[in-house]
């Protein structure tokens, strides 16, 4: 029996994947568990291994994009693959595998000029959704789902509706159409990485909440001590490049303990918060073809020297486009660590859904403090809590913002750490 190696739904929001390179050619003798081509999603890189032993049929060449149920390859052997539809190659038009990670299918060989019917669109939606769509006479075979696996919201109903209300007058004019003939040779047309077009989706999504921001000053001075004191040494005695963040990391959680809403997220079709009891704390990251976040998971459970090393090897993967899947999932809150990059006194970031808040930390510098009438020159460190505000108020996150405030300023709190 050929088995295939499908483009499947990984459960995480993936529509498309870019098919980098193969590893193997076509026709080349393969072992089952043998890596065999790297897709790219907008979440990682994959190696996709083989799902048996046998001859591997190419279906789609590298470079290409991929879509759910597309098939990469099949593999069985030589007289199989013969039969394997009429011209090699499964029709593309093969039913979406079931949810998973890039795994092995089984598919009887389809002859090319057969095509399949298109399958119904599935309407993921509440009682209470459909009541409003009837009431609006709005179709919803025709509204795109922007709730989880694509369940339709009374925001998405009330959207179309409004949009079919327009005149025909109002549709925005198309970029294409404004610059259609005009300066051809000045401008160039940039395909968006994977990661890039997640990061839109994202930034779209992140761009309907609601949100405010607090902003304030840490007095750093104690941190920038502490972190001074034990960064040779940990160099020295673990080869682990000791940096702020740790000790931000652990504040936070602590922070986090005693505001729990701000370690939570938002049920917009139940209207419940849902807080979590466990800290997995999300990392912005720069990478070579956009930003991730990499989330340092349980980091109530861990010491500074634990946190600085995962940090540090996360960040590598970041670099060398080995990060996974799992490594950027399920995070509760997130820092974007504005103050690596040097810049920035103060900055209003964008919520990662579907967390609650996102801290921006920016540089630390020097600066005047003024105690009973006297000037002394410690290190300041800003900082910013951009928060969901249908979730909290500002007043939690000026109790959340000074609960930071007091365990990075607290010589104590950081020596026990």
Same mark, same amino acid.
């Given at each position: ?164 209300? =327009? ?61 001074? =004191?034990?960064?040779? =040494? ?35 079709? =139940? ?147």
């Amino acid at each position: 029996m050929v088995k295939e190696i499908r483009f499947v739904d990984v459960g995480e929001g993936i529509t498309e994947g870019h098919l980098q390179k193969w590893l193997v050619k076509d026709g080349d003798k393969v072992r089952e568990d043998q890596s065999v081509a790297q897709v790219e999603t907008d979440k990682a890189v994959v190696n996709v291994p083989a799902p048996i032993s046998g001859t591997i049929k190419i279906n789609i060449p590298a470079d290409s994009t991929l879509h759910i149920g597309d098939s990469l390859a099949a593999i069985g052997s030589v007289d199989e693959l013969k039969g394997y539809g009429a011209s090699g190659a499964p029709a593309q038009t093969a039913q979406p595998a079931p949810k998973g990670t890039i795994q092995k299918t089984v598919a009887p060989a389809m002859p090319a000029t057969q095509a399949r019917p298109a399958a119904p669109k599935e309407i993921i939606a509440t009682p209470a959704v459909r009541k409003l769509a009837r009431e609006l006479n709005v179709d919803l075979a025709k509204v795109a789902g922007t709730g989880p696996n694509g369940r339709i919201l009374e925001n998405d109903v009330r959207g179309t509706s409004i949009q079919a209300a =327009k005149p025909a007058a109002s549709v925005a004019i198309k970029y294409s159409e404004v610059l259609e003939g005009k300066h051809d040779e000045e401008i160039e047309r940039v395909p968006m990485s994977m990661t890039r077009k997640a990061i839109a989706r994202n930034m779209e999504e992140s761009w309907k909440i609601p949100r405010a921001t607090h902003m304030d000053l840490i007095d750093a001075t104690s941190l920038w001590t502490m972190v001074a =004191k034990e960064k040779p =040494k940990m160099q020295k005695e673990q080869n682990i490049h000791l940096t702020f963040l740790p000790f931000i990391i652990k504040a936070l959680v602590k922070a986090l303990q005693e505001n729990p809403n701000f370690n939570s997220s938002y049920d917009h079709e =139940k209207q419940e918060i849902i807080v979590k009891k466990y800290y997995n704390i999300g990392l912005a990251a720069e990478a070579p073809d956009g930003l991730k976040v990499v989330v340092v998971k349980g980091a109530d459970k861990k010491s500074i020297a634990k946190i600085a090393k995962e940090i540090q090897d996360l960040h590598d993967k970041v670099t060398n486009k080995t990060i996974t899947v799992a490594e950027m999932q399920d995070s509760t809150t997130t820092i974007t660590n504005i103050g690596s990059l040097g810049g920035g006194f103060l900055a209003v970031p964008m919520i990662n859904p579907p967390n609650v808040a996102i801290i921006g930390m920016l540089s630390i510098r020097d600066w005047p403090f003024v105690e009973d009438g006297k000037v002394r020159i410690g290190k300041v460190l800003p900082f910013t809590i951009t928060f969901d505000h249908r979730v909290v108020d500002g007043a939690e996150a000026v109790k959340l913002g000074n609960a930071l405030k007091n365990y990075l300023e607290d010589v104590d709190f950081l020596e026990m750490l």
